[in-house]
């Protein structure tokens, strides 16, 4: 089932969520709940979605790219679920990533991400897994994170690089484009 979106001002984007228990995730609704989860950010398009984008404060968000109309630039990344995840950065390094959300409609803003992460997360059946996650890929999942402490991405944002969905592809796109292939070429992903 498609969920409807929470949109910034709702109070729910702005939790700390809570740890999901095995009990609570092994159970049919939340099985059920990670399903319509996966199914609307499909129906939304969006890179990955956060279980506070769908009104729950849980620790879970989802992150999958294949021929994504509204990143038409992003690397593919495989669905992976991830129940109760830690990130940890590891490399000093930033580079700026030209952010949108799908809780935020028609803006994107340029966000310093960290090219290099370990990802530690359950997968949907509570199984532990660790992954190293590069690149832009690597911001799509901070991105997901910064959801389930309450972080949108305007606030880490210099409001200054703002900007509506028309004005980045008339003036941000292709100078963005050449960016991402760079620190693909650097990166991987
Ligand atoms: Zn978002």
Same mark, same amino acid.
């Given at each position: 089932?498609?969920?409807?979106? +929470?949109?910034?001002?709702?109070?729910? $984007?702005?939790?700390?969520?809570?740890?999901? @228990? $095995?009990? /609570?995730?092994? &159970?049919?609704?939340?099985?059920?709940? =990670?399903?319509?989860?996966?199914?609307?950010?499909?129906?939304? *398009?969006?890179?990955?979605?956060?279980?506070?984008?769908?009104?729950?404060?849980?620790?879970?968000?989802?992150? /999958?790219?294949?021929? *994504?109309?509204?990143?038409?630039?992003?690397?593919?990344?495989?669905? +992976?679920?991830?129940?109760?995840? %830690?990130?940890?950065? $590891? +490399?000093? %390094?930033?580079?700026?990533?030209?952010? !949108?959300?799908? &809780?935020?409609?028609?803006?994107?803003?340029?966000?310093?991400?960290?090219?290099? =992460?370990?990802?530690?997360?359950?997968?949907? @059946?509570? %199984?532990?897994?660790?992954?190293?996650?590069?690149? =832009? +890929?690597?911001?799509?999942?901070?991105? %997901?994170?910064?959801? =389930?402490? !309450?972080?949108?991405?305007?606030?880490? @944002?210099?409001?200054? &690089?703002?900007?509506?969905? !028309? /004005?980045?592809?008339?003036?941000?796109?292709?100078?963005?484009?050449?960016?991402?292939?760079?620190?693909?070429?650097?990166? !991987?992903?």
């Amino acid at each position: 089932m498609v969920l409807d979106i +929470t949109k910034i001002g709702h109070p729910v $984007l702005r939790e700390a969520c809570r740890p999901v @228990s $095995l009990d /609570e995730l092994h &159970s049919e609704a939340m099985q059920q709940f =990670i399903d319509d989860l996966i199914e609307t950010k499909r129906a939304a *398009n969006g890179a990955g979605i956060a279980a506070p984008q769908v009104g729950r404060a849980i620790r879970i968000f989802v992150v /999958e790219v294949k021929n *994504n109309p509204r990143y038409p630039y992003k690397p593919e990344a495989p669905l +992976t679920i991830c129940v109760n995840p %830690e990130l940890e950065f $590891l +490399t000093e %390094e930033r580079y700026l990533n030209y952010e !949108g959300c799908l &809780s935020i409609p028609d803006l994107r803003g340029q966000v310093p991400r960290c090219p290099h =992460i370990r990802v530690k997360a359950w997968d949907r @059946s509570g %199984e532990p897994f660790e992954r190293i996650v590069k690149g =832009i +890929t690597a911001g799509t999942f901070q991105h %997901e994170y910064d959801h =389930i402490e !309450g972080i949108l991405f305007p606030d880490r @944002s210099d409001p200054r &690089s703002f900007c509506t969905w !028309g /004005e980045f592809a008339l003036r941000q796109e292709p100078a963005f484009r050449e960016h991402v292939q760079r620190v693909v070429a650097q990166w !991987g992903e």
